[in-house]
């Protein structure tokens, strides 16, 4: 079976404090020694007392909680957390009395995903089970709130991942979701980085443009789309011959490549959406996928995600990252270097951390190059049209035209969701069909 590649789970700026509501925890040590109401789901469950202790309770209370090795609400015995806050288990663990620990997922800095059997469900799901640090704590705490929001409005439940439920174990957020398959960038990489066929790629950004459209219509942001956000519903897929691979023969593993059996996706990890507001000028996006708006700190809005989905759209037809760096200037000499100038008007507006970036009106390059090498960098990248038709056999004029809708520079001239997925790209195709 497949298993997804978890990301980073993102801290920054967090859109606002929680609200301080009372919560079902599982050994969580109690701060009074009576019972106290709790929260499940945001529902109610009456008076629900903590299990479990902590490193401060006495002696005399930890043995009272556990029997044999196991606490008394059948979890394993207490153990610390790493030195970076990570929930340190064992498989074959319980979380909590309804979850037994299957097989660890994936880890990030957020913490860490693990499979697990809800005994109560039947069924096997993946819990995120946050570090035990405020910071990361906090952040969960919005995640859950824009998941509820989401759920709430997505009725098909078709758009997003959804959470099944969420609890706080041993000072960990625990959020519980549908298990996935792999995410869009463990299938390109474990397909040795070769491209999906043209019309699955068309699919899979119909149902991203559609995600996005229905984000945004609730005012959200979603400020980290990226392949590793995106995960196939079902991790099946076929092996077909890759007759671009001229040197292999049919005998030659890599003479096929995998293409998977449903085009279905779902966006995940909401942990840095935010609600559109005036003058949000703070970094976000993950850096291949970041709107030029945000590097320069002009302020960004619902734009910055339709220039991500603009390269989640090359990287797909491609199998590679368009912007592969980690320098702002270089990030926007291979802008450059693709879409041509940057518009005069927008870096006359940058910001004074921006400021060092342009000089006399143009981008300072290859001026301000931190070596040669990052000079050759830029100049290996082809034009837009040059890289489209390497990798598109038909279909590439309508793609190409779509992309420079949702890569313009400038973010009030950019595309929509919803103007995008009324772009010939998606519709000519449906015409083809019927």
Known sequence: METERVTEFPQRHLDRRPRKKPRLGWDVAPQVPKAQPGLFCGKEVGNVTSFGSSRATSDHTSSALFVKGLAQNGSPPWRDDDKDGHYMFAVGD???SRYKIHSKMGEGTFGRVLE???KERKEMVAIKIVRGIKKYREA???????LQQLVKHDKGGNRCVQIRNWFDYRNHICIVFEKLGPSLYDFLRKNNYRSFPIDLAREIGSQLLECVTFMHD?????TDLKPENILLVSPDYVKVPDYKVSSCSPKDSSYFKRVPKSSAIKVIDFGSTTYNRQDQTYIVSTRHYRAPEVILGLGWSYPCDI?????ILVELCTGEALFQTHENLEHLAMMERVFGPLPLQMLKRVDRHSEKYVRRGKLDWPEGATSRESIKAVLKLPRLQNLIMQHVDHSAGDLIHLLQGLLRYDPSERLTAR???RHPFFTRDHLRRS
């Open 140 to 146: 969960a705490i919005i995640e859950v709130e824009v």
């Open 307 to 311: 220039w991500s989905v603009g390269c």
């Open 218 to 222: 609730l005012r959200l942001i979603h």
């Open 94 to 96: 319980n979380l909590t």
């Open 116 to 118: 697990c059997w809800d």
């Open 419 to 421: 103007e995008a997925l």
